[in-house]
């Protein structure tokens, strides 16, 4: 399973590729996490992509080819992946596209998650993430079982930088801009998706999976 989601950023797409990645048993690529990793790690990929992260801004799509080019190369994504915020721009997509195709491979599919603006603004300012394991809650609909506190590892819970009201205002412009065209480019290739993104967890996976299901019934295997 080769499969990328799209979304704004809100829209759910880290806890649904959690979630995918363990249906399919592949890995969950999400550059975001690659990112603030090497920025907590201090590493030279950090250093560089810093200042574009915290503002908000896309870090240079050469730098995310990179990193997506070595991501892909290990062993652990022959039988596929999820990717969660990336691709991000055509330039991206299409650096993806040459990469499969160098390896004689496509995406099956590009799965949209649909939210409006309010609901995004919303679930971002609730958003809360393990420092210590990343996973994602929402205060209001995903809490912790313990206030401040990871179910899965005992890590604390912490806001992520780029989630304040000024920031995230500013990401979700970027993702009209920057991101929305590529439904187009996708939508051309007959591998995109679109999902209502409304609703709890478990009911947009389930819409995902048959949105899969149909698509792969379709031939897009
Ligand atoms: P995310 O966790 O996907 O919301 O990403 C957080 C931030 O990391 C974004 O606001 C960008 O600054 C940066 N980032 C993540 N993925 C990409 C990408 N594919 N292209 C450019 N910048 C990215």
């Known amino acids: ?3 990328i989601l799209l979304g704004a950023p809100g829209a759910g797409k880290g806890t649904q590729a959690t979630r995918l990645a363990k249906r399919y048993a592949v890995p969950h690529i999400s550059t975001g996490d690659i990112l603030r990793e090497a920025i907590k790690q201090g590493s030279q990929l950090g250093a560089r992509a810093n200042c574009y992260v915290r503002e908000g801004k896309l870090v240079p799509d050469k730098l995310i080819l990179e990193l997506i080019r070595e991501r892909l190369g290990r062993g652990d994504c022959k039988r596929g992946f999820i990717m969660d915020g990336f691709p991000r721009t055509i330039r991206q997509a299409e650096g993806l596209n040459h990469l499969l195709e160098a390896v004689n491979k496509r995406i099956n599919a590009a799965v949209s998650i649909e939210a409006d603006q309010n609901s995004l603004v919303k679930r971002l300012s609730a958003r809360r993430v393990c420092s210590s394991c990343g996973r994602n809650y929402n205060l209001l609909t995903y809490p912790p079982k313990q206030q401040g506190i990871c ?3 005992g890590g604390g819970l912490i806001q992520r930088e780029d989630d304040k009201e000024e920031t995230i205002i500013n990401r979700i412009r970027v993702y009209d801009k920057e ?3 590529l439904k ?3 939508r051309s290739k007959g591998v995109l998706k679109e999902v209502d993104g409304r609703g ?4 947009v996976f389930q819409r995902i999976v048959d949105s899969l299901n149909n698509r792969l019934s379709e031939g897009g295997g």
């Open 1 to 3: 399973m080769r499969l």
């Open 151 to 153: 179910d899965l590892c």
């Open 179 to 181: 991101t929305v065209p």
């Open 184 to 186: 187009d480019f996708y």
């Open 200 to 203: 709890s967890v478990k009911e």
